[in-house]
């Protein structure tokens, strides 16, 4: 159960008239969407990185039916979505927190975040999140696209899964009499 926060609004239409209140004193408003499985510093530096672009920094956490979708398994996230959400909440440069649950059969985001706070900006990270036809859509909704270059180069959710995995199998391995 996700514990309570002003900063956590799971309902797009509150979301929005939060949002409308902003836009009314000339606020910038910043969004950027993610898993944030595993929480790791280049997730810290990209969402301090897109707060910077603008007043207002609203994120979008994939719950982790969305996340089992487009990653085509059944496996999901390592952190479940409510702590993953709370996670975020202590994060001062984060305002608005809210949950991503829009995607087809195919895994593909269909844009109701955006669609409905049609933010200043929306910011995505290098890499094949979103492909050129999804950016070109996205811009539609929002004044601008930003995309930052990762914020870690040797950290990263998969990177940290695998180096855990390798060292308790080798740990495991070295004590396992056979």
């Not at 001062?92 to 949950?99: A, C, H, N, P």
């Not at 593909?108 to 990270?125: D, E, H, Q």
């Not at 999140?129 to 070109?136: A, F, L």
Request: net charge positive; aromatic share 8%; with cysteine.
């Amino acid at each position: 159960m996700i514990k309570s926060s002003q900063k956590i609004i799971l309902d797009y239409q509150k979301l929005v008239k939060a949002i409308k209140a902003h836009k009314v004193l000339n606020k910038k408003i910043v969004c950027t969407i993610g898993s944030w499985d595993v929480l790791h510093i280049g997730h810290l530096r990209y969402l301090k990185k897109a707060k910077e672009l603008g007043d207002i920094l609203v994120v979008g956490v994939d719950s982790d039916k969305t996340i089992k979708t487009y990653k085509h398994t059944s496996l999901g996230p390592i952190i479940p979505q409510d702590e993953r959400i709370e996670m975020l909440s202590y994060q001062s440069f984060v305002d608005y927190i809210t949950l991503i649950n829009d995607v087809d059969k195919k895994g593909r985001w269909k844009m109701g975040l955006i669609k409905s706070i049609k933010p200043n900006i929306f910011v995505a990270t290098t890499g094949e999140s979103y492909p050129i036809e999804q950016r070109k859509e996205i811009a539609k909704f929002c004044g601008q696209l930003k995309i930052l270059p990762r914020q870690a180069r040797n950290t990263s959710t998969t990177k940290i899964i695998e180096r855990t995995f390798k060292k308790h199998l080798k740990y495991i391995l070295s004590n396992t009499k056979l």
